[in-house]
């Protein structure tokens, strides 16, 4: 669901911008900051899951994916309600902190869902996971390019992503299904 929101984002920033006189490239530097910016995150989320399986730790993903989300939501409500008021630099720093939460939220929801469905195969089950956010990403991009939507895209995003939210924060637990089963295995 993310996935395809985040990459929806996308869309919405540049249908958000445009008006504001910002141009093709301005734009495509907010959307390189988002990426990689997401992608750093990212990256640094999975070595630390990483480090805690290879130390037999149970991983932390409850935490890292209630702190990234929580940054990702924030720095969307923080642009929306900003946006006509702030820079070009506020609005990339804003993008910045949105694709370090969104986008470092999905290696952690992929491994969280692959944990949760054990012993399915990994890669059917993050086929089926990419597809449906794929899916959910095109339908949002056609839904957020209606007339109707320019002004408050963010808004949308916002509403279609708070009830995820607020179930990822107050009662989603990751079930270490593959982990526990690893861990009973002999050496």
Same mark, same amino acid.
């Given at each position: 669901m993310?996935?395809?929101?985040?990459?929806?984002?996308?869309?919405?920033?540049?249908?958000?911008?445009?008006?504001?006189?910002y141009t093709q490239k301005?734009?495509?530097?907010?959307?390189?900051?988002?990426?990689?910016?997401g992608t750093i995150g990212g990256t640094m989320a999975s070595l630390?899951?990483?480090?805690?399986?290879?130390m037999n730790i149970k991983p932390h993903y409850d935490i890292l994916n209630k702190a990234f989300m929580t940054i990702g939501m924030v720095g969307i409500l923080i642009k929306v309600l900003l946006i006509d008021i702030i820079?070009?630099?506020?609005?990339?720093?804003? %993008?910045?902190?949105? &694709? #370090?939460? /969104? !986008?470092?939220? =999905?290696? @952690?929801?992929i491994q969280c869902y692959v944990e949760?469905?054990?012993?399915?195969?990994e890669l059917v089950l993050t086929t089926v996971m990419m597809?449906? %956010?794929?899916?959910? &990403? #095109?339908? /949002? !991009?056609?839904? =957020?390019? @209606?007339?109707?939507?320019?002004?408050?895209?963010?808004?949308?995003i916002l509403i279609i992503l708070g009830p995820f939210y607020l179930y990822i924060i107050f009662f989603?637990?990751?079930? #270490?299904?593959r982990f526990e089963s690893e861990q009973a295995q002999p050496s």
């Amino acid at each position: 669901m993310f996935i395809g929101a985040a990459w929806a984002y996308m869309v919405v920033v540049a249908i958000l911008l445009e008006p504001f006189g910002y141009t093709q490239k301005q734009i495509g530097y907010v959307s390189i900051v988002y990426c990689a910016t997401g992608t750093i995150g990212g990256t640094m989320a999975s070595l630390f899951i990483d480090y805690q399986l290879k130390m037999n730790i149970k991983p932390h993903y409850d935490i890292l994916n209630k702190a990234f989300m929580t940054i990702g939501m924030v720095g969307i409500l923080i642009k929306v309600l900003l946006i006509d008021i702030i820079n070009e630099t506020w609005i990339i720093i804003f %993008s910045g902190a949105i &694709g #370090f939460g /969104l !986008n470092s939220f =999905l290696p @952690l929801a992929i491994q969280c869902y692959v944990e949760k469905m054990f012993p399915c195969f990994e890669l059917v089950l993050t086929t089926v996971m990419m597809q449906v %956010s794929n899916l959910l &990403g #095109f339908i /949002l !991009n056609y839904i =957020l390019f @209606l007339e109707v939507f320019h002004d408050c895209g963010l808004w949308v995003i916002l509403i279609i992503l708070g009830p995820f939210y607020l179930y990822i924060i107050f009662f989603f637990k990751t079930k #270490f299904r593959r982990f526990e089963s690893e861990q009973a295995q002999p050496s």
